[in-house]
């Protein structure tokens, strides 16, 4: 309990007296300006005395009928005010007709009746002693966390807030209230000239998102917090000015994040999806939950990030089962684990756990037959560009020989449609795990000619924080003090975040017809140079000192990425950040020719690398494609500068 609050009992019964005295004031100073500056009559006065004890208990009846002990004034709002108000009407109301009451019985006649411009004036009084005596207390229990009345203290946060709009506004009234720990709101920032100049509970609004350095440093701000919780928003320049400053930085969570109405107001740290440089998308999800649901859908590699994540978003669409299909056992019992904590211990019985490879044909087959999935999301694969260059005949075995085996347990048990998770690495590929992904599209675009179910292929960059990539890296590096290691100051990669990529992915199976290949409209790609210095922003502590070294570009590693093979078609979709490519077509003698070619170069041990590139006209070397955008990018900086 706070020191400023008494026991419950003990505090109605000082507001029944203290609002008995306020009662009885009330009507002396009715009397005393009904006539001004002329002497109050004596027979008013003994009216009033006569009134008076009735008039009192009246009022604190109608008080307590109208719940005003019940309020906790100190978190008030105004709707308790409106409250306060009516019931001070009522008591002035009951006190009249109480008196007019009185006149029907007692002779001679007015004994208990004042003019009614006294009533009015009493109501009026009361009305504003009452509500005044409501905030001094109101200010009085909260002064430990109001900014005006607060005493400095060094264990104290001191809160910029960016938005003063309700959702800006309601941030600094739950501070003020004390239930963000030990943090106060010292300032808020907010370019609307018509806010400019006003305050928040005390909280001065300042005008100056362009000046959020110097803001920082005039207030001592130690923690920054965007009250701007639109989810299209692209705030990618005003998190920047924030980091800045060197305080941290947090945001109102986006709508599309907020889960409940009690979490409207969430506060999060900022994190990479908000340093994308682009609005992050979220796609109308309307035709994938018509196409899920009461359907068995079975995700290949539903362990890892993306496969996780299409479980976590198909679940709330009501599909009958999800089948998850890993080689891996750890990460789908994470997941499990992570979903019956979330749904209960009944989620067991609608999403399913199987462990097995895709390399595996004969359990590829009874997983199939058991379970007979309508809807088939392949994301299992190896990934891992060095690796693979290293390993060639095994990124063969799974992201090959695992896509035909997949496909041909998806077409005898009948499927309705197979989406395969590709790559922009697929596109002119420079490496082994490239190469493979790009002869996973062309088994797709075959099967898709050879069979009645839908196959279709969806490709996208980079996955922000997936298992393996660069940005846990980076964190593991900058948590441990660093050096952050980059292999080259040039390399730009297209970035999008899990959710996105998962939509993505059942957006295309929803309006799939057979034989797409879905892009993403991925806006401008990002330098890992910069992505790398953002998140030293993010996650190294103020007195860290984080170096970036450079380590020189890995086998089969490009500087860029690209999303469209030349020849490759684009057509917009209903929806305008998804685009559909036309991918060149294949026959499935070719495609059992290329496997055929693949298992002789398997079985023989001969140059893996040199038979893949047989097979992919567009595998080429990545010293031949650097050299060239190296050259393409200094031509272009003297352009610039000329």
């Not at 005039?218 to 320049?237: F, N, Q, V």
């Amino acid at each position: 309990m706070s020191k400023h609050q008494l026991n419950k009992p003990l505090r109605t019964i000082l507001w029944l007296i203290l609002d008995a005295v306020l009662v009885n004031i009330s009507m002396i100073f009715a009397l005393e300006l009904r006539y001004g500056e002329y002497i109050v009559p004596d027979e008013f006065y003994a009216i009033y005395w006569r009134i008076a004890p009735a008039a009192m208990i009246l009022s604190l009846v109608v008080f307590i009928f109208f719940g005003i002990y019940r309020t906790m004034w100190q978190y008030a709002s105004a709707e308790d005010l409106i409250r306060l108000t009516l019931a001070t009407f009522v008591a002035m109301l009951s006190i009249y007709l109480g008196g007019m009451a009185a006149n029907l019985f007692v002779t001679p006649k007015n004994l208990f009746l004042l003019q009614r411009s006294i009533y009015l004036l009493h109501w009026l009084l009361s009305t504003a002693l009452i509500g005044l005596s409501r905030i001094l207390y109101r200010l009085y229990v909260r002064k430990e966390c109001f900014p005006l009345l607060k005493k400095a203290k060094h264990d104290v946060r001191r809160v910029m807030i960016i938005g003063a709009g309700w959702t800006g506004a309601n941030l600094v009234h739950e501070m003020l209230r004390g239930n963000y720990g030990k943090s106060i709101p010292v300032v808020v920032v907010d370019d609307d000239t018509n806010r400019n100049g006003s305050a928040i509970s005390g909280v001065p609004v300042v005008r100056g998102s362009g000046n959020i350095l110097r803001l920082a440093s005039d207030y001592s701000i130690d923690e920054i917090i965007i009250a701007i919780s639109t989810p299209h928003g692209d705030l990618k320049s005003l998190v920047e000015k924030c980091l800045a400053t060197g305080c941290r930085v947090k945001r109102i969570a986006p709508m599309e994040e907020v889960t409940s109405l009690q979490a409207q107001n969430k506060v999060r740290a900022v994190n990479l999806s908000d340093l994308l440089g682009r609005p992050e998308e979220t796609l109308d999800m309307t035709h994938v939950a018509a196409m899920c649901k009461d359907k068995t859908v079975l995700i290949t590699g539903g362990g890892g990030s993306i496969g996780s994540e299409l479980c976590r978003r198909l679940l709330p669409l009501k599909p009958a089962r999800i089948v998850l299909y890993d080689i891996s056992e750890n990460y789908m019992y994470d997941l499990l684990s992570e979903l019956s904590l979330r749904y209960g211990d009944s989620i067991k019985e609608q999403v399913i756990l199987c462990v097995g490879s895709v390399r595996d044909e004969s359990r590829l087959a009874e997983i199939f037959q058991l379970y007979k999935p309508e809807i088939v999301l392949h994301a299992a694969a190896h990934k891992h560009v060095p690796l693979m260059e290293d390993c060639p005949i095994q990124a063969v075995k799974n992201n090959v020989f695992g896509t035909y085996l997949t496909a041909k347990a998806a077409i005898a048990c009948k499927a309705q449609r197979f989406v395969l998770i590709s790559t922009d690495k697929a596109v002119n590929p420079t490496n082994v795990m490239g190469a493979t992904k790009r002869m996973a599209e062309m088994i797709i675009e075959a099967m898709n000619q050879a069979s009645e179910t839908e196959f279709t292929a969806v490709r996208f960059g980079n996955v922000l924080g997936s298992h393996g990539s660069v940005v846990p890296k980076f964190e593991q590096q900058i948590r441990s003090g660093g050096p952050v290691t980059l292999t080259h100051p040039e390399i730009i990669r297209y970035f999008m975040t899990i959710p996105e990529a998962a939509s993505l992915v059942l957006q295309a199976a929803s309006i799939a017809k057979g034989g797409e290949l879905f892009v993403l409209d991925m806006g401008r790609p990002m330098k890992i140079l910069e992505l790398a210095q953002r998140m030293i922003q993010l996650y190294a502590d103020d007195s860290q000192k984080v170096e970036i070294v450079y380590t020189g570009l890995r086998p089969g590693e490009k500087l860029y990425e690209e999303l469209l093979l030349a020849g490759e078609g684009i057509s917009k979709t209903e929806n305008e950040k998804i685009f559909v490519a036309q991918p060149e077509v294949f026959t499935m003698e070719q495609i059992d020719a290329m496997l055929e070619e693949l298992q002789h170069c398997m079985d023989d041990q001969t140059d893996m690398r040199a038979c893949m590139h047989r097979l992919v006209p567009t595998f080429r070397e990545p010293a031949e494609i650097n050299k060239a955008a190296l050259e393409q990018r200094s031509q272009e900086s003297k352009a610039v500068s000329a």
